[in-house]
C-alpha cells in the first residue's frame, strides 16, 4: 500500500505571497492532518479534515487554510507569507473510525517551503 | 494548552548500547505514539499504544503506556549506527472529537561507533 505523498518536497517563495501545498492520503484514509515544523516550534497541529470537512484547527492564523476533496486528497494554502512560515509541512492520514477514540496517523515525507 | 516534556533532549551512545526516553504530559492521552525522524523527511512511526498499561515491542524497540496514561517510555536495546535520528513521543487526547496529536520536543540520538 502506497504511503502518504505530498507535493512539491521542496518550494521558495517571496513574502508576500501565496502558496499551495497538496497531500494525498494512504489509500482507504480519510482524515487528513496537517502539521508544522520549525526548530523553535517544533511540531504543531494546523488543522484536520476528515470528509471535505475541517474538524480541527490549531493555533494559526487564518492566513493558514485548507481543504479536502471526495478522494481525501487536501491541499494547504498559506497566504500572505511571512519569514516566519518557513517550515517543514507535513501531512498525515489515518483511517478515523467512527466512534473510535484512537487513532494512528502516518505521516509523508512534508514539503520544506522557504520564504525569502 | 496540553504540553508533553520529553527527555532526555539529546544522547550520546555507544554502539551496543541500550537507550531509554520519556514523556510525560500534564493531562490524559488515549493513544501514545512514538516516532522516528530522519532529517528532511516525516516522522516514521514507531509504535502505537492504545491502552494504560500497555507494553509493546517492535523489533529491538519497547514501549509502554503509563498506568496513569500520563506518561510513556521508549527503550531501544542494542543500539546501532541507523537509529541515528530524532525520536518523538506524541499524544492523542482523551477528551471530546479533538485528533490532534501533541508532539514532544524530541530527542536526538547519536550513536557512535
Known amino acids: 500500500k502506497a504511503g502518504v505523498t505530498q507535493t512539491p518536497r521542496y518550494l521558495i517563495k517571496t513574502r508576500g505571497q501565496q502558496v499551495t501545498l497538496s497531500c494525498s492520503p494512504i489509500s482507504g484514509h480519510r482524515s487528513v492532518s496537517w502539521y508544522q515544523q520549525t526548530p523553535g516550534q517544533g511540531l504543531q497541529f494546523l488543522f484536520e479534515y476528515f470528509s471535505e470537512t475541517q474538524r480541527n484547527k490549531g493555533n494559526f492564523p487564518g492566513r493558514f487554510s485548507g481543504r479536502q476533496f471526495s478522494n481525501s486528497r487536501s491541499e494547504m494554502n498559506v497566504s500572505t507569507l511571512e519569514l516566519g512560515d518557513s517550515a517543514l509541512y507535513l501531512c498525515?492520514?489515518?483511517?478515523?473510525?467512527?466512534?473510535?477514540?484512537?487513532?494512528?496517523?502516518?505521516f509523508g515525507p512534508g514539503t520544506r517551503l522557504t520564504v525569502l | 494548552g496540553q504540553q508533553l516534556n520529553q527527555s532526555p533532549q539529546s544522547m550520546f551512545i555507544q554502539e551496543g548500547e541500550d537507550v531509554s526516553m520519556n514523556c510525560t504530559s500534564s493531562?490524559?492521552?488515549?493513544?501514545w505514539l512514538w516516532y522516528k525522524q530522519d532529517p528532511g523527511e516525516g516522522p516514521v512511526l514507531l509504535i502505537a499504544?492504545?491502552?494504560?498499561?500497555e507494553l509493546t515491542s517492535n523489533g529491538r524497540l519497547t514501549a509502554q503506556f503509563g498506568i496513569t496514561r500520563k506518561d510513556s517510555f521508549l527503550n531501544i536495546s542494542a543500539s546501532i549506527p541507523s537509529d541515528v535520528g530524532i525520536y518523538f513521543c506524541?499524544?492523542?487526547?482523551?477528551?471530546?472529537?479533538?485528533?490532534?496529536?501533541?508532539f514532544g520536543s524530541g530527542t536526538q540520538l547519536t550513536v557512535l561507533p
Open positions: 499504544l492504545y491502552k494504560a498499561g
Open positions: 493531562s490524559i492521552f488515549n493513544t
Open positions: 506524541a499524544g492523542l487526547p482523551s477528551s471530546g472529537s479533538a485528533r490532534q496529536l501533541t
Open positions: 498525515a492520514s489515518s483511517t478515523r473510525h467512527r466512534g473510535a477514540s484512537t487513532d494512528t496517523q502516518y
